[in-house]
């Protein structure tokens, strides 16, 4: 059974361009969330996405969207891009109200 | 407002010592919580959960948490260290759909 799996591992970008991250979820997994972990800090909420609609959103700003398709898996989108973007983003899946199973990640760098 | 704390930004112990790192949570009832372990460059791994009932909860890796109420606290232990488990800790909450994680302790090993 595969895990919650996401592409690409690595990135990097340019200040002003726009990225997008991929996350499938876990076999059996409806509820897919979108964490950003800057070094040494812990996962900050993004968003999460059920149902293919953004359910629940942390403090982010609208430069961050994010989309659910129909066999679960998602998308995060990140536009005019910063250089405090850069961070490890991680996806996590879950079953409604479950635990959260992750991801290894997604490290993006803006230069 | 909801948060998480863990106050111990890094811990040393030596192999085969007891281990013990705290976690307070601030939250108007109680949250499901949680502690995730996070190897370099990795996503992160759930040690274990609490979600109601017995107050003591066991873990994988020989892991085990208590919740205390009165102290909001869920603090993790483990009898005897492995250099193995050498890592960065996470006390996670999960409340109205929403995971709150603290910042980490970062767990070092002394052979």
């Known amino acids: 059974d595969a895990g919650v799996t996401q592409s690409p591992t690595h990135l990097i970008k340019t200040r002003g361009q726009q990225v997008t991250l991929r996350c499938s979820p876990k076999?059996?997994?409806?509820?897919v969330s979108w964490y950003q972990q800057a070094l040494g800090q812990g996962p900050q909420f993004i968003f999460q996405?059920?149902?293919?609609?953004?359910?629940q959103r942390g403090n982010f700003p609208d430069r961050f969207s994010g989309h659910q398709f129909p066999n679960y898996s998602s998308e995060l989108n990140v536009n005019a891009l910063l250089l405090g973007d850069s961070a490890l983003y991680l996806c996590?899946?879950?079953?409604?109200?479950?635990?959260?199973?992750f991801g290894e990640g997604s490290r993006l760098t803006v230069l | 407002a909801q948060s998480v704390t863990q106050p111990d930004i890094h811990i040393t112990v030596s192999e085969g010592a007891s281990l013990e790192l705290r976690c307070n949570y601030s939250?108007?009832?109680?949250?499901?919580l949680f502690w995730y372990v996070q190897s370099p460059g990795q996503g992160l791994q759930l040690l274990l959960k609490?979600?109601?009932?017995?107050?003591l909860v066991q873990g994988i890796k020989g892991f085990e948490a208590e919740f205390k109420r009165s102290q909001s606290s869920f603090n993790l232990r483990k009898p005897s260290v492995h250099w193995s488990d050498a890592a960065e800790y996470f006390c996670?909450?999960?409340?109205?759909?929403?995971?709150?994680f603290g910042s980490g302790t970062k767990l070092n090993v002394k052979p």
């Open positions: 996590a899946s879950s079953i409604s109200t479950g635990e959260l199973f």
């Open positions: 076999s059996g997994h409806d509820t």
């Open positions: 996405y059920y149902e293919e609609e953004e359910r």
């Open positions: 939250y108007g009832a109680t949250p499901y």
């Open positions: 609490y979600f109601s009932g017995d107050t």
């Open positions: 996670a909450a999960y409340n109205f759909n929403k995971f709150y």
